[in-house]
Structures are given as C-alpha cells and as structure tokens.
C-alpha cells in the first residue's frame, strides 16, 4: 500500500491567460505523469519482486478503485487499472489481507487444502499448523515477505537516484544564494548581509543553493545558530558569522534573507503594467539583458539596483543585449554576441494616498551602524527630524530614508527628538550613511542609519491636500481593512477585500503594490475611529518631489546550472541528493509541533499544485521535485506505522524471531491505531490544503 505523504513547502501555481491555459494543460501533464509515476515505481517494486517470489497478484491500480470507479483491463491473472482516488495505488496478493480481523478466517478457510500439492503448511498465530495456497502472500518465508514488502520503498530510492541523475545530466537551474535584500530587524540585517553579499557555505554545505539555505534555516539550530561562509561583494576572502534564525509563532525559522534578480527581463511580461518601463521606447522585450546604466557598465545586481536608486528622478538610458549566446554551461551567464540597443525610461512619481502612519519604537540597532554610534537603542521612538513637527505633522515612514539619503550625499547631520522610557526627549545627532542596498518594506527600515523600526497601522497626519485628507481621515484612525476597486484587469489585487492584520499586511506593501496602476483605480479603506468603522474612497496622486526606484522592470530570479560534467559527478551529485532529501525528511518529521509548526505541513493537494509549479520551470526541475517527494515517500512509508510498510516490517520482524505471525487481537489492536492515526493525518493536511486553496493558512 502507498499513501502520499506531506510536503514542507508551498509554490504559487502560474498565472493563467489565453497562452497560460495551453501552457498549463502541458505542465498539468507533466506534473501529472510525474507524479503518477512515482507511484507506479513504488507498487512495482511491491508486484515485481512478489512475481519474483511466486505470489499471484490479483490487481496492481495506481490510484484507489473506491466504490468500483475505475479504468481497468486484466491480462493474464492481473487486473491492471487507474482508480479514481488519486492518494496512492496498491497491489493486492493472494492471501494478503490488510483487515487483521479477517486473518484467523482466512486460515480457517484453507484446511481445506491440507495434503494438496498446490498448498504449503505453515504456522498460524496460536502455533497451529494451517494449510495456504503455495501461491499465496503467506505462503512465503519471512524474508521474502520482507523483500516484497520493502521493495516499494527501494524502488522509491532508486528511481529518486534516477530523476536526479538525469537531472543533473541535463543541467538543473538553481536559485543562487547571493542576497537581494533583508528584512529589517531580522538576523540577516544584523548579520550586515547587504545587497550582492554571497553566501559561499552553509555548515557543511559548499557553494549552497537558496533551497539548501532555506533547508538549513528551517531544520537549523535555533540555539546555537547557523554557521556561514559570506563573501562580501567588495571583498576578496568569505568571513565567518554565526545567525541564528529566528522563528515567530506558527511560523518556518528565517534568518530574513531574499536572493537577489539578474540583470535579464522576464520573456513574457519585461515591464509591469502601466508603469514607465512599460512606456519605454523603444519597447522592451523578454530576455533583454541589461548591460549598462546612462553608459555606466553594470554585471551584477546590486551595480543596478543602486543606480536605480542614486538616479530616482532623472530619466535613465538602459543599455540591452538583445539575443546573444551565454556559455553552454551555464545558460544563466551574461550573455555575449547579439545587438546592443538604448531604451529611455522615465522616473517613476511617486503615488501616495496622503495617509501617514505612526512611526513604531525602534526594533533593533545594526552594528556598527550610524545609529548604534549615535547611541540610539531599541524601544527609542523617533519623534521629530530637524525641529519640532507643526499641528497635523509626522514623521512619514514612507520618505524618511530618502529626506536621510539626501543628508548621507552632502555628508550633514540630522538631529533627532527621541522619546526614551518617562524622561523627557533627547536630542540626538546622527551623520547618515550611503546605503546602496536594498531592504524589504516591513518593518519600517532606514538603511542609510541601521534601524528597524515598528511599522503601525494608527494614522499620525495625513498630508495637506491629499486624497486622505479630503476624505476626513483624521490622526487616530486604525487602518482595518483596504478593497482594490479597478476593472483593468492587469491591475494587482483588483477585486482582493484585504484585512491589514489577518493578512499581514502592512500600510507601506499595499502603497508599493498600488505604485504602477489603473487609471480607473480605487481603494475603499476603512478605518476603525473609536468604536465605529468608517469606509472611505481614495485615489492617488502624486506629491511633487517624491519618486520611485523602481521603474517597473521585471527581473528573473538569479540563478545557476547544477550540471554533472561526467558520469561520476552526476552519480555524486543525484546520491547526495536522494540522501539530503532523506535525512532532511527524518529531520523535520522530528520536528514537527516545535520548531515545525503543524501548519507547514500539506497534503495532495498542495503537493500537486508544486508539481504544476515545478514542471513550469522545466523538465530538470520537476525530476529533482520527484526525487524530493520520493525520498518522503521511501521515509514515511517505512515509518513503523500499523497499515504502511514499515508497520508490516514490525510484524514480520516479531514473526521471524517468534517463530509465528502476531496474535489477531494485537494485530487488529495496533492497526486499528495506526489507521486512525493515518486518518487523523489525511484530515488535517487536506483541511490546510483546502485553507490555502481559500487564503485561510
């Protein structure tokens, strides 16, 4: 028997449009071949080596004919079928019977075949003899029953080995682990990983991939912390630095790292909607790599990405190869050949609602940062830059980082009001610093100092003359809720009602979603005043002086080619990938309840929506995404679970040392156990299936 386990990681499906649903109907293909293949490959094992022993197998379905529903022939003594429950498969042999109960019965059955030349006698659970077809399960010796039973999980390993190594044959791409941003606050930020920084070992692992660094995080020593290898991007030797992940309720340990882009465009959609990259001229088009910035040479991210911000608002000429071949192992590798072309991109202005939102006590201090040299600590809140704030005046979390840029640039210093326990405020000064990295939106970051600061939902102003401001929005509001009203269908979230708590939602990620927009956007915000909640409509516009870095350029994620140069570097490579897949399974099983929370776990339906996502990315991807769930499947079926193979494995174990098979009572006792618990598992991971189907987990 074969049940498919769960998986400890979640992929987006693919968006879908007129291409999308044939492209999709090819990747629902492929990722459903895959997967039922792994199922054949382990009820083969099971038929193969029982045909070996001499069993006669009466059926072999991938898939459980539930209540007759089925697609099926027989050739020779075998019905062979596809049931219409798509959770496992099963073979079913002559004499074996799953229920326990029936056991004494069916042995009772067969006295009526003692003395027959086509019956074997053997020794039943109380030591009597009984009398069993020669071709039944039973008729066998321990240890070939042994060998049937785990012939499943061997050929799950076996064929894990198999995808792997054709994988690595073929070159499978990686997401390399060079950092793109951290969040603030988090252990990375305090790590100082910056924007271009690689992490060049995990521990034991060399030249790490991001999955092997999100494996490591996640299964990692939350104690004693991860320990990594970091070449700085300025740097010519890799530092060692211990992080220890952190890990919030019901949530995976991070360490609040994400990898960086590559300097290639999407090929199908190059630019965002509406915005300026969109109105380039000329036209952007897929696959475009940029190679340089107003004539200034850029190879790496991190080159781009502070050019972006150093020019915000200034019209920028992007310098693009435009066909051209990479190395042909690595496909990823800037490219060389093909034409050079200019394309001008204006700034991007800034859209603002004109809410601005309470600045939260400070989170955490970087080291060696301006604001750790100032002297300012966690718990300090910020409460005025430069002088006292006017009536209906804040400190607006959403420009304060470049009103700090702009003092780093002229090298001057900026003297904060800082609220510090009951004593009265304090007068700080600090000297920004250029920050030429990037950092995510939430909490509230301000690089060019080293902090992290709270990010709220409570209006401190709204701005004069703004949308908001119009609207009556007033200092005190509570942010509840936000609904995104457009009829372009291009424009994110048209049609989401988004509540900012339950779906973790801060006030500055809803801004930077609505930066490139419809024209006919609306957003219906309401506010909790006092005891009553009030909605409003809001539009945006544009504050004079305000604009983005991004102009709405869409990247590829950075990655590398694993490729296997000789037979036995693809050996290796797919016998360390079975192996980590195993004993990262047997680690987060461990796990599970504590540093793995039971809503990271998922069930069928999730592991089908990966599949769909992983063949997306290619033939090599998909294979290792099997290799992974067949190394699951060799592990938990051969848990020591009543009903699974490795519970079978128990039981023949005792019979092999006692010299008989259980006692029915015992037997149907613990498989009784075991079914329920399996039943238990079923419910829950395709409750949380279900709840991420509907936005719910």
């Known amino acids: 028997m074969f049940l498919i386990p769960f998986a400890s990681t979640l992929f987006p499906l693919a968006d879908a449009g007129l291409y999308g649903y044939l492209q999709g109907a090819g990747l629902i293909a492929m990722a459903a071949l895959g997967l039922g293949f792994v199922i054949f490959v382990h009820e083969l094992g099971h038929f193969a080596v029982a045909k070996w022993c001499g069993v006669k197998c009466e059926k072999f379905f991938v898939g459980f004919d539930i209540g007759g529903y089925k697609l099926s022939r027989k050739w020779g003594e075998t019905e062979y079928g596809i049931g219409i429950l798509p959770l496992g498969g099963y073979v079913k042999m002559l004499g074996q019977d799953d229920n326990p109960a029936n056991i004494d019965e069916q042995l009772a059955r067969s006295k009526g075949l003692e003395g027959s030349s086509t019956a074997k006698e053997i020794t039943g659970p109380k030591g009597e003899k009984l009398w069993v077809d020669r071709r039944s399960y039973m008729a066998k010796s321990v240890p070939q029953r042994m060998a049937i039973i785990s012939a499943g999980v061997i050929m799950n390993i076996i064929f894990g080995f198999i995808f792997a190594f054709i994988a690595y044959s073929m070159g499978a791409p990686k997401q390399t682990c060079v950092a793109g941003a951290t969040v603030p606050g988090s252990p990375a930020w305090q790590a100082n990983l910056r924007t271009g920084d690689r992490i060049v070992r995990i521990n034991d692992i060399v030249d790490p991939t991001f999955d092997d660094l999100t494996g490591s995080v996640v299964l990692g020593n939350l104690t004693d912390g991860v320990t990594f290898s970091i070449l700085r991007r300025d740097a010519s030797q890799p530092e060692t630095v211990v992080i220890k992940p952190e890990q919030k309720e019901g949530e995976l340990a991070r360490i609040g790292m994400v990898s960086q882009a590559m ?85 991007n202005p800034a859209e603002r609602f004109g809410v601005v939102t309470k600045l939260g006590p400070v989170l955490a201090v970087q080291p060696g940062s301006p604001a750790e040299q100032a002297g300012l600590k966690p718990g300090d809140t910020l409460l ?164 983005a870095a991004d102009r709405g350029l869409v990247l590829l994620p950075d990655r590398t080619l694993r490729y296997g140069g000789s037979v036995a570097d693809r050996a290796k490579m797919a016998f360390d990938e079975i192996g980590k897949g195993m004993t990262s399974v047997y680690r987060f099983l461990g796990k599970i309840g504590g540093q793995v929370p039971v809503t990271g776990v998922a069930g069928p339906i999730s592991i089908a929506r990966i599949a769909y996502s992983q063949a997306g990315d290619g033939l090599a991807t998909l294979l290792l995404f099997l290799t992974m769930l067949s190394a699951n499947l060799a592990v938990i079926n051969f ?59």
């Open 384 to 547: 005025a830059v430069d002088g006292p704030l006017k009536d209906n005046e804040a400190i607006d979390p959403l420009t304060l980082n470049q009103t700090l840029a702009a003092a780093a640039r002229d090298g001057s210093s900026v003297t904060f009001s800082v609220g510090r326990g009951e004593g009265a405020p304090l007068s700080i000064d600090v000297t920004p610093r250029v920050a030429d990295w990037d950092e995510a939106l939430e909490p509230v970051g301000l690089p060019t100092l080293g902090l992290a600061l709270e990010s709220t939902l409570e209006v401190a102003a709204t701005l004069p003359d703004s949308p908001a401001e119009r609207a009556g929005i007033i200092p005190g509001d509570v942010l509840v809720a936000a609904a995104i009203k457009s009829e372009d269908e291009k424009q994110p979230l048209a049609g989401k009602d988004l509540n900012f708590k339950s779906d973790k939602l801060g006030w500055a990620t809803l801004v930077d979603l609505m930066q490139d927009h419809a024209e006919d956007l609306r957003l219906e915000l309401t506010v909790k005043r006092g005891d009553a909640e009030e909605t409003v409509e809001l539009l945006t516009y544009q504050p004079a002086g305000q604009f």
């Open 639 to 697: 848990l020591p679970i009543p009903v699974l193979d490795g519970g079978h494995m128990v039981f023949l174990a005792y019979e092999g040392i006692r010299g008989r098979p259980a006692g029915e009572k015992f037997v149907t006792a613990m498989h009784m156990v075991g079914l329920a618990f399996l039943l238990s598992l079923m419910v829950l991971v395709f409750g949380l299936d279900i709840g991420r189907l509907f936005g719910a987990v």
């Open 263 to 347: 300097l290639r465009l999407s090929k199908e959609d190059p630019a965002r909607p509406h915005s300026p990259a969109a109105e380039a001229s000329p036209e952007l088009k897929g696959d475009d790599e940029i190679v340089a910035v107003d004539g200034e040479p850029v190879d790496r991210f991190y080159q781009f990405a502070a050019l972006l911000e150093a020019k915000r608002d200034a019209p920028i000429k992007l310098t693009l190869r435009r066909g051209g071949e990479s190395p042909a192992d690595h496909p990823f590798a800037p490219r060389t050949g093909g034409e050079e072309i200019e394309v001008s991109i204006a700034p």
